[in-house]
């Protein structure tokens, strides 16, 4: 192969592979429907614009470490780690014995 006709093979490969890779990159068109509008969310039986009574025991974000380790303490028994030669992964033990992952794991 001459040097002329590699370069040639190389233009027209770039060429063909930007192509591809453009064609997935179009830029989207208007909607075909406006969307409708959406209602504010307000908790059940207050008002819009207000707030509901806060739940918290007043002692704010101290309280949230402690909440955090309450979380990990009921749910830790049901964690499960997948290990397997190309890689590992994370799942939760539900009913039956299974192990319900993600589709990477």
Do not use: F
Request: hydrophobic share 50%; with cysteine.
């Amino acid at each position: 192969m001459t040097h002329r006709t590699a370069r040639a093979l190389l233009i027209v490969s770039l060429a063909l592979w930007s192509a591809w890779i453009g064609a997935g990159c179009v830029a989207p068109g208007p909607p075909s429907a406006p969307a409708a509008p959406i209602a504010p969310a307000t908790a059940a039986g207050v008002p819009a614009g207000q707030t509901a009574a806060s739940t918290t025991d007043g002692a704010g974000d101290a309280a949230a470490p402690t909440a955090a380790m309450e979380v990990y303490r009921q749910v830790a028994p049901s964690l499960a780690m997948v290990e397997i030669p190309t890689g590992t992964g994370s799942g939760i033990v539900i009913a039956g014995g299974y192990v319900l992952t993600n589709a990477h794991v």
